[in-house]
Every structure is written in C-alpha cells, then in structure tokens.
C-alpha cells in the first residue's frame, strides 16, 4: 500500500529532490507532493494567470490564491505531512502548513534542527513525531512501512 | 450576545492589555483569552509544575504542554481569533494558532504591518480579515457587534 | 429556551425589522441576527476600516472581508437560518448564506414568492421548509416553539 | 494522480465542453464531472421518471431531487469545484453549488467577468481563487498538476 | 447541570405528560422536549401555515417540513435521546429519530416491551441503554445526575 | 466512474437480484452491496458464530452484532442508499438504515408504494428522492451516470 | 468563565474528592463531573434498573450500559478530561475513557506514576500534558485559569 | 472489494500471522495492518532513529512516537479493527486502539476470553461484535464478505 506524504517547508533548496532520491533507493512504495519548487514561479504565479496587480501587496496576494489551491489539493489526498524548519528564513508557511496538518487530523513529522527547539518548542508538543534531519523522517515512514 | 476573542501572537509589550482597555471604552462585550502573558512564566512553566528536566529541549518540552493545554482549552472557546505578527521574532506559534484557528473553521483576523505581507501571503489569503493594527481588528468587531 | 435566528437576503427595505416586532407581539422567545443592514455601510466598511484601495474590485474585496466576518460569526451561532428571495436583484449572498447553512447542518427556512419556484428548485428542494412570506416562517418558528 | 473538478454553472452553452477538449490538448489527468447539460432533460426528469405532476411547482420539485441527487453524488467524489458565473441567468443554483462547496471543504475556483465583482464579492472573498475566464481556471489546474 | 432530553415516539397517549410528572416529583433537573403532541395538529400544520395541498400525499409532505424542522432543533440541542416503540403503530418517524440520534452521536435509551425484541434487535444493539418503561429510562437518567 | 450503491429493506423477497439484473441489462457500472439476504442465517448468525445464548432476547441481540456488522462496513463505503419500504413488515432496520445514511450525508432513495406516504411522511421529506419501485431508484441512478 | 473536567479512573478510593476539596480551596473555578464512585453501586446498576439477568456477563453487560450513558454525557460537556493510572487494577475503562477523549478532541492531562511510564508511553505521547500527581493536573488548570 | 484490517493487541505471540494463514486459506480478500511485532525493535525504535535518550523515560517517549505514527497512519485506512485481549499483560495500548477506533467512528471486533468479561465490560458494551477467538473475528468478517 502506498503513502501519500506532503513535504513542507522552505523552497531555496532541493532537499525535497534529495529525500525523493533516497526513498526510491530504499524502495519505498512513497508518493511524494508539495509546493511548486521554482520559488520566481511560485511569486509570478498570480500574475501570470491573473495578469497585472495594482502593487506588491495585491500581486502576493494574487500568488498565494494559486500556492494555496495547490497545497490544499494535495495536503487533502495525503496521508503524511513532513514539515522541514531551517536555520534561515521566518517560514511562516512552514507553520502554516504543519499546524493545518495538524488541526485536519494528519499526522505530522516535524523536522528541526535541535537549535531551534525554543521557538518550536509549541508545535513540537503537537506533533507525532520530531526528529532534526530529513532522513530520520524518511526512517520513520519505512518504520511504519516494515 | 457576548463574543470570546483568543488574542494569538508574541507576549512581548502589552499589546493585548491595550486592546483590552480599549474594547472596554468602546463598551464591547468581548471576552478577551489569550496565553500566558508573563514570559518568563510561560517558559518556566514545565519546570515549575514537572520538576527539573534533563536539558534545554525537555525543558521547553514540559513547557509547552502547558502552553498548548491553555491555547487549546480557550481557543475551542473562542468565536473568533486575532493574531498579531510584528516584525520582530519569529512568531512560529503565532503562525500555528492562527493556522488551527483556520482549521478549527474559526474566523481569523491577521493582524500584520503591510512589511510583512510577503512572508505572510499564504496565511493572509486564508485569514477572513487582513489588517494592519489591532485597533483595526476592534473596528471588525465592533462592526459585527453593530 | 430561546432560539437565535440568522436573517439572510436583501437589505435593501425593512423586513426584518418587521419581523422582529412580529416575534414580539407574538411573545416568541426569538433573537434575530443578520448582516448590516445600512447598505451604504455595508458597501463601505471595507474602506472605512482598512483605508482607501486601488479601484473598485479591491474595494469590495475588502468591504466583503467584514461582512463575511460578521456573517459567520452570528451564523454559527444561530440555531434556524431564515432566507428570503425576491422578485428584485440578484441575491447571490442570500443564496450563498443559505447554502452554506445547509452545509454546516443549520434548518434552512425559505422564503420565497411562487413566481421564483423555477430558479430556487434545486434549493428548495434542500431546504428544511419552504414558505412564500416572511411571517409563515415566523409560524414555522412559533410551531417549534409551541 | 488524477483530479476530479465539478463544473458547476449553467447550462445553457458548451462551456463544459470546451474546457474538456482544453485539458485533453494540454493533456492534464483530470475528469470533469457536473450536472445535467441537457437543459430540457434536466427540467423533464422528475416527470419522466415520477410520472405527471399536479402543477409547475411539484413538477420543478421532483426534477431538483434528481438534479441535486447528481450533483451530491459527484461533489462529493470532487477534488476541487469551478463555479461560472456569467452575465446572463440569475444562476442561483451556481452560487448554491458554490457555497456548498465551500462548506464542504473543497476548494472553490470562481469563475466570473469583471463586471461582475460587486454582487459576487462576498462569494469571491470566500473561494480559493477568483479569475475571469474557465481558461484561467484550467491554468489553476496546471500549476497544482505541475 | 440541567440534561436536556428528546423524547422521541407516538404522540397517541400522554406518556411525555407521566415522564414530565415524574421527573418534577424526583426532583430532577431534566427539560423535556419531543415532537407537537397534539396529533391533529401535527397532520394538518402544513396546510395551516402553507394552505390548502393538491392532495394527500403532498398534504403529508407540506406537514412533515413543520415537523422535521421541529425534531431538527430540538434534537440538536438534546443531550440524550429516549425513544418509545409500542405494540401498535408503524412508528417509523420514532426509528427514524432514534438512529438520527445515533448518527448524530447523541446517546439512545431505547424503550421497548420485550416483545418486540425481535424487530428491533439492530436498533437495540447500537443504542446506549435499553429498558422496557419511560420510568426505567428515568432510572437512567437519575443514575447519570447522582 | 463506479458507484457503491447500498440497498436497505426487507429479505423476503429477491428485489435486489432483480435490481442487480436490470442494472446489468443497462449497463450500468453499479457496484451493489446489502444486508444478509438469507433471512434464518440472518437471525443464525449470532449464535453461529459465538455460540448457544441464554435466551431469545439474547439471540437476537447476538445476531444483530453481526448484522450491524455487515452493515456499517458496506454503508460507509457507498456512494448511495437506496431503501424500500413495501406493505409488510414493520421493517425498523430499513428505517434506521436509511435515517443513518441521511445522518452520515449519504444521498438516499426512499422507494415506497404510494399508500405509505403518510407514515413515511417524515422520513420522505427528508430523502434526496422519493420515487415507488426500485426500478424508478435505477432511473435515477442512471441519470447520475449519464 | 467555569471549566467542567471530567474525572476518569479507578472507584476505589476517594481521589476525587480531595481534588474537589483542593480546587475549592484554590478558588479555581472548576465543575468536575465522573464516573458512579459507589463500586457497588456501579457494578449492581445493570440489575437494579432493567432486573435480574441470566448470568455473570450478561449482568455486567447491563451494568456498562449505564455506566457508558454517564460517561458519554458527561464527558461530552467536559472541557478537559483527567484521567488517572495507579499501581493497581486494570484500570482498561480509564484507557478507553483517556482514549475517547483524545479521539473526541478533548484535551487529556494524563496522571500516572512514572513507575508507570513504560506499559503508558503510547498514551503518554497523546496527552496533552503528562504529570504523576492529581494535584499537578490541578496545577495545569490553575495555570490556564491564570 | 478488499477490507483493511487493523489488529491491535499484545505483540508477543504470533496471532496475527495465524489470523493472516487463515484468511488466505478462507480466501478472503482481507488486507491486515498493525503495530510493529517485533517487541524488541519496538522498544529501540526511538533511540535507533532519534538517538540515545536521558534516560527509561524519555526512551520510552521516542519509541512510542514512532509507534504511535504507525497505528494513526494504519488506523485510518482501516475499514475494520479487531483488538484482542488476553489474560496476560497490562494492554493499555490494545484498550487505546480500541478506544480510538470507535471514537473515529470505525467498527471494532472486540476478542476477549470470557474471564475477563468484568473489567471489559464498559468497552465491550461499545463495541459492534464481541468474540472470544480471533478466529470467531475472522467468521465475522466472512459473514460481512458474503
């Protein structure tokens, strides 16, 4: 039986290229999803159906209907959600989408490096599982697939 | 017809207290509940009541339960949730009771200086009002309450 | 035990204050809530609280932030949603607010003249009861109260 | 991984149709489904299979229940719901569909012209996304498929 | 803390009446609600408040709208459902009450002579409590208020 | 696109084969799934599987473990519930299968002869359709799947 | 604003009562509801209400019906459930109670020796908050009450 | 159609592999899941990924992180979950799954010797079937697949 496991986080990197690798080399039956990983498209992405927006606010705006539809389509079909909190950034939508996991009732592997069990310390409590590296995610999803 | 609000965001300065003050001389009938107000309370909290804990990590790990009991009891009370973000602090909890608020189907007021609206596009989009001060979130209010 | 009902449909005459002073002389134990019911306000609140916007869709945009807020906030609190149609304007927030009581499992009331029977079947037919004026659903609301 | 959209929205030209050879040519996994697009059958069918009914209002009742028994069955399987609005009609049951999509939970494209805005910026506040033309809906689609 | 109770079943006897008496006589702080008791009255509030039907069976349809919208709210409200099945009588509606209490999660005491064991075994097995007497049903929820 | 179709009512008599055949005949892609229909291994089962029991009470109450069973795993995997209520029978588990399938938001088709409609009144008004032979049922279904 | 907690665990001392005392004497306002605390009682209810049964099991049978409908209702009004784990008995209702609660979204303060901690780790990492002492899950409260 | 079956209970003999052998000789199309059987494994599943821990405690935490992620991942594809019950152990685990399982509203097959009818005797009375034999289980879901 396959899994269906969301992959949250920041787009700067390819971490999620890295984690799609390592699941196919173990064999793990996994279908990944996530946000649109070309971050300018991800920002151009409302005008560019939309057309041209009055200012900055409004044209991110135009860009989040589109970011959104996505991650609720497939946020909704999965049976995981992985949520991958760095050093860098305020990742916002990291928040945003581990804790909308959360309240939908997905169960959530949040992963952090241990500098910043501070500010997650909330969100920690909350999820099923913490772990500081993409991989021991991806342990914990074969754990569950033994 | 009374409304509880849970007042979401950093517990920094006194924001909430303000807020408070001012519902009051506008005659609102609101019930304002928000966390812990006292920081180094909320912080102490796991240790206070669990005893001493192996690290920093668990520390704040006993913590949180206590924070996210509080959160939870009062936000399942809640007719409506406001949060603030500001530039400074990373706010991840903020992000996250915002974002159970949407989940929960609770009307959300993100409260956010125009600075900040591209880290926070997503959750803005999502949010049922936009605003950029507190006093702001009152008016909302008040405009419900009329 | 009182009942909190939610007055969906146009605001453009005074029916629901017609309504409330029906439930009075009838003694019926009843709160009434809707939306703002000073169209000129209704129209405005968005630029009122959250400052003057770019053009015309965007001011309506923001004006519609408030009244959703407001119409959620009383909708989940109602216990009958009453929904009125009219010969005049387009009523799509009437059909909206009364589907999406449908939805959340509210009893749906509407009020409809028979002339409208063709373009309201469909949710007519999901309606709880359909009646033609206003003071048959308040006959409805009195037999449930009787 | 395949999406299923409900078009909701009337009946009365091919817009259904155009949109499905669109996707073909674009060649997106997605399966449109919908009402009726037969208009005369979707007024006959509570005739045709309950039989003569005593005037024009039960005979539009018995046609919604088969009507709403179609579009219950397939929103239900939907994955995402377009909702067209266009000038003509008073398209109550689009803005029922609508709505009851957004209640359910399933994420709601709105398709409507510019002209439009005011009536519909309530409904417009609520979807997931607001363009102009079922074109622009279908490139929603292929960003989230991308 | 007062119990609100749903007393769903024929409305033939004064059963609710003898509950009601019995309940003041113990003292217990229990409010009773149940369906329009006056049977005529039952049968003809559709034509009362709709005026005069085609015929019989659309008579009974106009009825049944007043009626569920009556079960509707109160049984939302009921923190407990008891239903009576009787030896005489099809008392579907009762079926129909007590296994839209279960769906809807609201505990079911079932009241039944041991006689109808048999027709009434699935019902039996799903609900909370079975007993054979409204007092015995009293029994229970005097159990509940020690 | 398949449907799971669930058929409530009586099992004295080969309605469903019927069904099941026309169906067929139709080519109607229609997965059909159902009580036990072998009616003295229904009223077995419970002490087939667990064994002699005290008393006839007892029995049933066996039995019905395991009809219940049955049941609830087919229910919750249909697209719609079909029930049939006919002239004999006092048939309480049709009626509490189809108030659960209307209380699990399952579309439901009540098929009932016409001599019923007064004490079904209730439950038919509450029914997505309401038609008087199962093959009436199929037409609608077939209407779905055009 | 009151708390209602419900007091799940073992009948056999008077655990409860102390914390009702203490609360009382804290000031905190807290109404605490629970399961029968007379075990005779609790064990004799079955027979007592619905009269002799054929055996042992079946007696015990009719006892949990009652015991089952007072903790439904109750913990359905319950903002926080408390359930405490000792050295002694089986104690499997308050696992189940513990674990409806959780499954119902009520928050769990869990209240267990941490001789404890191996057989209840799996539920440990559901509760919102683990301590070793009543009077600690009074110490949460207080602290959400702050 | 194919059932998921998710067992829950004691991990120290081989049940669940003499439940599988039996469905495949009944030939019934019957998917098992569960927890992880390896007891060991089970217990170092926190420290293998996560590293080492404090101390017993905070083991035993990491472990059932894991543990835990499994069970909500299976659970909620399952149609069906049987938990057995033996004399031997504490089996707080197996009473949490059972509880979860009907609080998420699926249908649980309770297997329990009948020695132990007392202290189950809450849990018992909300399961839909109870057995004393997994293979008495097994007939149940072979009545259901009929």
New interface residues.
């Given amino acids: ?1 396959e ?1 269906i496991v969301y992959l949250a986080g920041q787009i700067h990197d390819d971490w999620r290229e890295k984690l799609r690798q390592s699941a196919e080399q173990r064999g793990l039956p996994i ?1 990944f999803k996530g946000p ?1 990983e070309d971050h300018d498209r991800s920002d151009d ?1 409302g005008e ?3 057309g041209k927006q ?5 044209r ?2 135009a ?12 946020m ?2 999965a ?2 959600v992985i949520a991958l ?1 760095g050093e860098k ?5 990291t ?6 996991a ?4 997905k ?1 959530l ?1 949040l992963v952090r490096p ?1 500098s910043l ?10 999820a ?5 590296t993409p991989e ?1 995610a991806l ?2 999803l074969a ?2 697939l ?1």
């Fill in positions: 039986m899994l279908i649109q992405i560019v159906i939309k009055p200012n900055a606010v409004f991110d705006q860009a989040s209907e589109f970011n959104n539809l996505r991650t609720r389509i497939w909704q079909k049976d995981v909190f950034y305020r990742q916002w939508n928040a945003m989408d581990a804790s909308i959360l309240a939908m009732g169960p592997i241990e069990h501070h500010p997650l310390k909330e969100l920690a409590q909350r099923q599982v913490v772990v500081e021991q342990d914990a754990y569950v033994e």
